[in-house]
């Protein structure tokens, strides 16, 4: 499989059918092949947490391979956090003091709703720090890996749009001094209507949240520099020069018409060269069962086996590239880890 | 939050709506992708209309994948076919009806959304969507006493963003209308017997963690009536003919249910069919255990 390997490796999918487990045995393959890997991971269950003695959270921790205790890998973990991302964006661009404020502290914290746009540039900022082989990704489920992928052009829109409106408002009536804007927004004069938009708004949402909303925006107007790195990512997270998409389902989760509707709606990053992974297999082990037809078995065996085949059929017509995983039966997610990885190495 | 009526006072919580029952008037179904979310919220409407309440299945069409998506229109037909009525709300328009009864001015509210500053706002903000959703759902209960609804949430993440959204938003707004709606909101949603939540699982370990996990996440700001339901149980099936590994599956899967049996409210058999409609028919008897 690493032949395989590229730059980024992004795991996504439709959620609970386990995504961050594969993409975890993902990582741990290419380490012990001799990479040195980062695996990024939002939002795991506390079991896997525990099993890779993870504790902190928003900080890149070196790890032993989870699978034999003490062997020497460079393998990284690192659960994504907003506030601690965005803590270092602010840190970076010498703005520490918009942290103080209390509206961007509250759109960072964890589901605030900052979470997918700050995981692009965490990704970016362990990307340009050239420290690893391979950043393994675990995306947020389901739609919420919409909103990562939307994230990137969010950004734009907003740093191109509300900004020239709110300067050209704000640019009449705050000292900006300390604010480094570019004379090319402040150029951009159009005559928006922000004031009387903001006065309407006040009506609505309070004048104190006007003001505070500003303060926030220009805050987060102060960390730009990072938001707009993330924006160039994009076009390498395309090129399948640098990037593996590996979208996952699962048989006992029949979400076909999802992953497709995924596939439909992540232009150009889930291509029909992005690998197809369905993961719980029983296909083979159902095979080597016959239950006579007069039984009441026989309506379970022909259920499971219809469901899968049907799945596999569909899946076949869409992508290129399908990877099947035999479902690991078993209580431990530590048997999970080992026979997942296993099967990566055989891939 | 959004007024149905022409009013725009605030909404009012001493009202009229006595519970009917033992129900409660918003069922929330979550969990992760594909544990059989929508399946359920449908059968459990269903179940509910053939109890002859005046209940609506609730979809936001806030997630690209529900546009034209075949898996919503599916849903869509189901729905229709089993006679239960559907209600996509649509974020756009709620919050130009929300800002309009406001400012008391269609016009105005229609300009406010359309310009690049307010979509701006709402898309940087993702719980936003989530207070203009949830003003426009606790104003139908106002509106209409008799009004259950169901909604089929997207996944566990945005579930917690939602309900997060309103104490969040309360903090956010310090004054003004939006301030005072969210304030009531919170009293509304934690009024007693108003919001049921059905945390949606399948039986592996992992799986019934994390719905534990989430109930806990729900429960952090207020104790909310939650339920963890485990769909696509075999246990049922066993029996001495099964081969090995489907014996191994299942003791797992009882195993699985057993270390989380304290927190598990519900289980519900995988069905052997492969046609959604009879697999919706065949689900509502089991849908009382999730009232």
């Given at each position: 499989?690493?032949?395989?390997?590229?730059?980024?490796?992004?795991?996504?999918?439709?959620?609970?059918?386990?995504?961050?487990?594969?993409?975890?045995?993902?990582?741990?393959?290419?380490?012990?092949?001799?990479?040195?890997?980062l695996l990024i991971t939002i939002d795991p269950a506390k079991r896997l947490k525990d099993l890779l003695k993870l504790e902190g959270e928003g900080e890149v921790i070196q790890v032993t391979d989870p699978l034999s205790e003490g062997e020497n890998l460079e393998l990284f973990v690192e659960l994504m956090n907003p506030e601690k991302t965005f803590a270092r964006m602010a840190k970076e661009s010498n703005a520490e003091e918009v942290l103080q404020n209390r509206i961007v502290s509250i759109l960072t914290r964890p589901y605030g709703g900052l979470n997918e746009i700050l995981s692009i540039?965490?990704?970016?900022?362990?990307?340009?720090?050239?420290?690893?082989?391979?950043?393994?990704?675990?995306?947020?489920?389901?739609s919420h890996f919409l909103d990562f992928l939307d994230a990137t052009q969010r950004i734009q829109v907003f740093f191109d749009k509300s900004f020239v409106d709110i300067f050209n408002y704000l640019g009449k009536k705050t000292d900006l001094t300390g604010v480094n804007i570019g004379k090319k927004i402040f150029n951009k004069v159009i005559?928006?209507?922000?004031?009387?938009?903001?006065?309407?708004?006040?009506?609505?949402?309070?004048?104190?949240?006007?003001?505070?909303?500003?303060?926030?925006?220009?805050?987060?107007?102060?960390?730009?520099?990072?938001?707009?790195?993330?924006?160039?990512?994009?076009?390498?997270?395309?090129?399948?020069?640098?990037?593996?998409?590996?979208?996952?389902t699962s048989v006992e989760q029949n979400k076909l018409e999802e992953a497709l509707q995924l596939k439909a709606h992540a232009k150009g990053l889930i291509?029909?060269?992005?690998?197809?992974?369905?993961?719980?297999?029983?296909?083979?082990?159902?095979?080597?069962?016959?239950?006579?037809?007069?039984?009441?078995?026989?309506?379970?065996?022909?259920?499971?086996l219809n469901r899968e085949r049907h799945l596999k059929k569909s899946l076949k017509d869409s992508f290129e590239k399908v990877l099947e995983f035999p479902e690991v039966i078993s209580l431990s997610p530590l048997d999970h880890l080992k026979g997942l990885t296993q099967t990566w190495k055989n891939c | 939050m959004v007024r149905t009526s022409n009013s725009y006072l605030l909404l009012c919580i001493c009202s009229k709506n006595l519970p009917m029952d033992d129900l409660s008037r918003f069922y929330i179904f979550t969990g992760k992708g594909g544990v059989g979310k929508s399946t359920l919220s449908l059968s459990f409407s269903k179940y509910l209309k053939n109890q002859n309440k005046n209940v609506k299945l609730v979809f936001f069409k806030t997630s690209k994948l529900d546009e034209g998506s075949l898996q919503y229109n599916v849903l869509?037909?189901?729905?229709?076919?089993?006679?239960?009525?559907?209600?996509?709300?649509?974020?756009?328009?709620?919050?130009?009806?929300?800002?309009?009864?406001?400012?008391?001015?269609?016009?105005?509210?229609?300009?406010?959304?359309?310009?690049?500053?307010?979509?701006?706002?709402?898309?940087?903000?993702?719980?936003?969507?989530?207070?203009?959703?949830?003003?426009?759902?606790?104003?139908?209960?106002?509106?209409?006493?008799?009004?259950?609804?169901?909604?089929?949430?997207?996944?566990?993440?945005?579930?917690?963003?939602?309900?997060?959204?309103?104490?969040?938003?309360?903090?956010?707004?310090?004054?003004?209308?939006?301030?005072?709606?969210?304030?009531?909101?919170?009293s509304r949603m934690r009024q007693e017997n108003f919001v049921k939540i059905n945390v949606i699982t399948i039986p592996t370990t992992l799986s019934l963690q994390e719905a534990r996990e989430l109930k806990q996440q729900i429960n952090q700001d207020f104790q909310y009536k939650i339920d963890i339901?485990?769909?696509?149980?075999?246990?049922?099936?066993?029996?001495?003919?099964?081969?090995?590994?489907?014996?191994?599956?299942?003791?797992?899967?009882?195993?699985?249910?057993g270390q989380n049996q304290a927190e598990l409210s519900v289980t519900i058999n995988l069905v052997l069919t492969e046609d959604n409609t009879s697999l919706i028919k065949e689900l509502v008897p089991s849908m009382k255990s999730l009232v």
């Open positions: 499989m690493s032949q395989l390997n590229k730059q980024f490796e992004i795991f996504s999918g439709t959620g609970g059918v386990g995504k961050t487990t594969l993409a975890t045995s993902r990582a741990i393959e290419l380490a012990r092949s001799g990479n040195r890997v540039v965490e990704l970016n900022m362990n990307y340009l720090s050239g420290k690893y082989d391979t950043i393994v990704l675990d995306t947020p489920p389901g005559s928006s209507g922000i004031k009387k938009l903001l006065s309407y708004l006040s009506k609505v949402t309070g004048d104190q949240f006007v003001d505070e909303f500003i303060e926030a925006v220009l805050a987060i107007y102060k960390t730009k520099s990072s938001f707009l790195a993330a924006l160039q990512l994009q076009q390498t997270l395309k090129d399948d020069k640098y990037s593996n998409w590996f979208l996952v291509t029909n060269k992005s690998y197809m992974v369905l993961n719980k297999c029983i296909e083979n082990e159902l095979m080597k069962w016959s239950p006579s037809a007069d039984h009441k078995n026989y309506k379970l065996k022909e259920t499971l | 869509l037909k189901e729905a229709n076919e089993l006679g239960v009525q559907v209600l996509d709300l649509d974020l756009l328009e709620c919050a130009q009806g929300y800002i309009a009864r406001k400012l008391n001015s269609k016009t105005i509210a229609s300009w406010i959304i359309k310009t690049p500053f307010f979509k701006s706002l709402i898309n940087m903000i993702p719980g936003f969507n989530y207070v203009i959703y949830l003003g426009q759902i606790l104003t139908m209960l106002e509106d209409d006493p008799s009004l259950v609804l169901v909604l089929d949430s997207p996944s566990s993440g945005h579930a917690l963003t939602m309900l997060q959204a309103t104490t969040n938003f309360s903090e956010i707004f310090k004054s003004g209308a939006i301030f005072d709606d969210t304030k009531l909101m919170l339901c485990c769909n696509f149980t075999l246990k049922d099936y066993a029996n001495e003919e099964l081969p090995e590994f489907l014996k191994k599956k299942i003791a797992n899967e009882v195993e699985a249910i």
